[in-house]
T-cell receptor, first 111, second 112 residues
Framework: DGGITQSPKYLFRKEGQNVTLSCEQNLNHDAMYWYRQDPGQGLRLIYYSQIVNDFQKGDIAEGYSVSREKKESFPLTVTSAQKNPTAFYLC??????????FGPGTRLTVT | GESVGLHLPTLSVQEGDNSIINCAYSNSASDYFIWYKQESGKGPQFIIDIRSNMDKRQGQRVTVLLNKTVKHLSLQIAATQPGDSAVYFC???????????FGKGTLLTVNP
């Protein structure tokens, strides 16, 4: 997992509640990313950040929000506006334009 | 939009055989390609990467081949082992926006 931690590993929430997923890296990487993975599917980009205090929407940003106040941290909030939030969420980081290192993932279940 | 896809969603091989996993990409501007391995319930692990100025790159038991003419990428695994059973993703990147586009993945099953 290369110095990227995600917590918790499993998360359960009731529908209508916002929930924040944690992602921390100690690799001194500039860029960080959030992906969503559904069963039997590939990775879809939610948000990414190339530098502190800046981030861009990915392909499926609706219903999600992020912040990048510190280089090491890139928390993802799944809001009640996300219609189908149950999924496996992966955080990654990279040093500029190069391979991305992934965390172990958080499996979110919303009922 | 541009996308990365795979020819085969599943691949079953016998232990000791060589495996070949294929990937087609459509963005001719892509200049960086990566293969990842993902075991069930875990995050993807980097296997090998290649830049567009190369046709072939070798690692430990793995080789990546890039054919820019037909926009095709392949991952070859030599002497496949049960521990190689996983989903394999190819990903492509271009320019300086740091983004990668992932394919849907191929499930490799190694039979003992």
């Amino acid at each position: 997992d290369g110095g990227i931690t995600q917590s918790p590993k499993y998360l359960f929430r009731k529908e209508g509640q916002n929930v924040t997923l944690s992602c921390e890296q100690n690799l001194n990487h500039d860029a960080m990313y959030w992906y969503r993975q559904d069963p039997g599917q590939g990775l879809r980009l939610i948000y990414y950040s190339q530098i502190v205090n800046d981030f861009q929407k990915g392909d499926i940003a609706e219903g999600y929000s992020v912040s990048r106040e510190k280089k090491e941290s890139f928390p993802l909030t799944v809001t009640s506006a996300q219609k189908n939030p149950t999924a496996f969420y992966l955080c990654a980081s990279s040093m500029s334009y190069s391979r991305q290192y992934f965390g172990p993932g958080t499996r979110l279940t919303v009922t | 939009g541009e996308s990365v896809g795979l020819h085969l969603p599943t691949l079953s091989v016998q232990e000791g055989d060589n495996s070949i996993i294929n990937c087609a990409y459509s963005n001719s501007a892509s200049d960086y390609f990566i293969w990842y391995k993902q075991e069930s319930g875990k995050g993807p692990q980097f296997i090998i990467d290649i830049r567009s100025n190369m046709d072939k790159r070798q690692g430990q038991r793995v080789t990546v081949l890039l054919n820019k003419t037909v926009k095709h990428l392949s991952l070859q695994i030599a002497a496949t082992q049960p521990g190689d059973s996983a989903v394999y993703f190819c990903a492509e990147g271009s320019g300086s926006n740091y983004k990668l586009t992932f394919g849907k993945g191929t499930l490799l099953t190694v039979n003992p």
